[in-house]
């Protein structure tokens, strides 16, 4: 019942900015807290942003400054805008929510930081 679909990922140049988008069900979009996450390969999965329903945002100190998150009721999505961005960015970014006692997750988008 709960569907996460994430979009936007490519190659960017360092320095450059990319947009990534979140579609989630009308259902849950509301009322729950979404997230950004990311995974670099051999790394740990780490949390980028969060955005709750009342709008209160948070960031990752490695993001903070660069990384914009966002969510748009009426499309039921939820956006991370982001610039000045490091070959560190590269990584897979998920979007998550967490429902009750279960974790929702998106299959994934590949953003790539390289000349």
């Known amino acids: 019942q709960v569907q996460l679909v994430e979009s936007g990922g490519g190659l960017v140049q360092p320095g450059g900015s990319l947009g990534l988008s979140c579609a989630a069900s009308?259902?849950?979009?509301?009322?729950?807290?979404m997230n950004w996450y990311r995974q670099a390969p051999g790394k740990e999965r780490e949390l980028v942003a969060s955005i709750t329903s009342g709008v209160y945002i948070n960031y990752a100190d490695s993001v903070k400054g660069r990384f914009t998150i966002s969510r748009d009721v009426a499309k039921n999505t939820v956006y991370l805008q982001m610039s000045s961005l490091k070959p560190e960015d590269t990584a897979v970014y998920y979007c998550?929510?967490?429902?009750?006692?279960?974790?929702?997750w998106g299959n994934g988008t590949l953003v790539t930081v390289s000349s």
């Open positions: 998550n929510v967490k429902v009750g006692p279960m974790n929702y």
């Open positions: 009308p259902n849950i979009f509301s009322r729950n807290t």
